[in-house]
């Protein structure tokens, strides 16, 4: 991951800029920069991943035009070579370098070609105004505010903007920003049409996409590692990556020492598709301990984002500390595409395509952005597989009434997708979901529940959710992740929809807690 940062007006002060933007040096320890623009400043911190000399540092500059950009550019290679032969040259190897000439040349159209998980900020030197953009998930992360003049600023990350803006906003994924408007240039959720293949062809589809998936995501110049929780999504990236490569690829897992659910299969999984296998295990007191720099570092009080990142962070905080990887990839995106526990609910197919539009258009808010903020504070680079823009749109696209779980397992059409083709064995590529906050260990949310319980009395805790109007918790836990938020973003609740829960319209999913081990259906999902 990189840091970017740009105050787009003239009224900018240097020492309060640099102040914000040091917050997430983490995210770029390699070499960090800030230029004034003329009309405003453009900040990077670097984490060299493609191009690691210093050649590849930002912002890079063209004919008086600058960009800063947190991302990665898959198949940049051929456009680099097209703007070639149109006379442009270049001085480094970093990707990004590619994104001035192609905005000469397509103006905003420039983000429609991209094929990438990435946030930007140009400075347009003809124009003297900025323009912003954000991938269609949103996996690469952008917020934005403005100051008391009116002057918009953006940043990587929500605590870059604190004390420099009244509110801060998650940039919204798939727009880009220009002339004072924010325009959609891609809703990667959206269906046009509708597609009606058989099943044995969506699922060839499936596997090959995300087969590509997989493999343009292996290209780095730094080292490469996974994180394997035994689950269905992680376990095919990892086994897609293995028959990918020349060599034992690097896998990492985390649990619990007492109950860990998943340490028993990620071992499995890892033992047969021949990986560099890790595990880590974590205590109680680790959890407990990491909950204040957890809210702070993630900047929300969602309960699902919150369990689900304390074993994220630290096992992302011992690769960091104990190894010289730089990029990991992850399982993310795949429950919203195909349904996860409490989807079994939906009344119908159009229910189902309505929840996971809305789903994946929320994700930068939940999943995503746990991958991301548990990642790069750790000095690492996410990649998601199965956030691929050609993988998601043909998925999303896809006759929801086969993506309805009538099989009888859920994933059916990812599953069977892999079936028989000895990428994982059967006891992992059909088993059951278990969520992550359960899988690392049962206990976890129940130490969790249970350090809550005693912060607050019932009357304390009565009086502490009438304190917030918007988003209100309703449990001892939701309260205390909410007061720790508001330490560290006081006033800031905006920044996120709602509780990620499950559609509690549907008969059978009006739960008081998230995690799906409360649903009827959850069964055998967490042993």
């Excluded at 995210?27 to 453009?42: A, E, F, H, Q, V």
């Excluded at 600023?153 to 998650?170: D, Q, R, W, Y």
């Excluded at 939940?366 to 993988?391: H, K, M, Q, T, W």
């Amino acid at each position: 991951m990189c840091s970017i940062m740009g105050y787009c007006g003239s009224d900018a002060i240097f020492d309060d800029f640099k102040k914000g933007f040091d917050r997430t040096v983490s995210r770029g320890p390699d070499d960090s920069r800030i230029i004034d623009t003329g009309c405003g400043l453009l900040g990077f911190h670097r984490l060299s991943i493609m191009g690691l000399d210093s050649s590849g540092m930002q912002p890079f500059e063209l004919e008086g035009s600058y960009v800063v950009c947190n991302g990665e550019l898959y198949g940049f290679e051929k456009q680099k070579q097209d703007l070639m032969d149109k006379g442009y040259t270049f001085k480094s190897e970093s990707d990004c370098e590619i994104l001035l000439p192609l905005y000469r040349e397509y103006g905003i159209d420039i983000f429609k070609k991209l094929d990438a998980e990435f946030a930007c900020i140009i400075f347009d030197g003809e124009t003297n105004e900025y323009v912003a953009a954000r991938d269609p998930i949103g996996i690469r992360p952008l917020y934005y505010g403005y100051d008391k003049a009116g002057t918009i600023i953006f940043a990587s990350e929500a605590k870059n903007l604190v004390g420099l803006t009244s509110k801060i906003m998650p940039f919204p994924p798939g727009h880009f920003y220009k002339g004072g408007r924010f325009v959609c240039y891609c809703d990667i959720a959206g269906v046009d049409t509708v597609c009606y293949d058989n099943l044995e062809t969506a699922c060839r589809h499936i596997r090959e996409k995300l087969v590509k998936g997989v493999e343009k995501r292996l290209v780095a110049d730094a080292k490469v590692g996974f994180l394997l929780s035994g689950g269905l999504d992680s376990s095919l990236v990892c086994a897609i990556a293995a028959k990918r490569s020349d060599k034992p690829i690097k896998t990492f897992a985390i649990g619990m020492s007492g109950d860990a659910i998943d340490l028993k299969y990620a071992r499995q999984v890892a033992d047969y598709i021949g990986s560099d296998h890790t595990e880590i295990h974590m205590s109680p007191d680790e959890v407990i301990a990491s909950l204040d720099r957890l809210i702070q570092l993630l900047g929300t009080f969602d309960i699902t984002t919150i369990r689900a990142s304390v074993g994220m962070y630290l096992i992302c905080k011992a690769i960091h500390m104990q190894t010289d990887i730089r990029v990991l990839l992850t399982g993310e995106v795949s429950d919203e595409l195909f349904g996860y526990k409490y989807t079994d609910f939906a009344p119908s197919a159009k229910d189902f395509q309505v929840e996971a539009e809305k789903r994946v258009r929320e994700l930068h808010m939940y999943d995503v952005l746990r991958a991301d903020r548990c990642i790069s504070v750790n000095s690492l680079e996410a990649r998601v597989p199965f956030g691929d823009i050609d993988f998601v749109k043909y998925v999303m696209s896809l006759d929801p009434e086969m993506k309805l779980n009538k099989y009888g397992k859920g994933k059916y059409l990812l599953r069977h997708a892999f079936e028989g083709l000895e990428y994982l064995p059967d006891e992992i590529l059909w088993r059951e979901k278990a969520a992550f906050s359960d899988a690392v260990g049962h206990s976890m949310v129940d130490y969790l529940k249970e350090y809550a319980e005693h912060q607050y009395s019932d009357e304390a805790f009565e009086a502490g959710c009438n304190k917030y109007t918007r988003v209100r918790p309703f449990t001892k836990e939701s309260l205390l992740y909410r007061d720790i938020f508001e330490e560290h973003y006081p006033g800031q609740a905006e920044m996120i929809t709602d509780f990620w829960m499950p559609n509690k319209d549907w008969e059978g999913c009006d739960v008081s807690d998230p995690s799906a081990r409360v649903l009827s259906n959850y069964g055998d999902s967490g042993k």
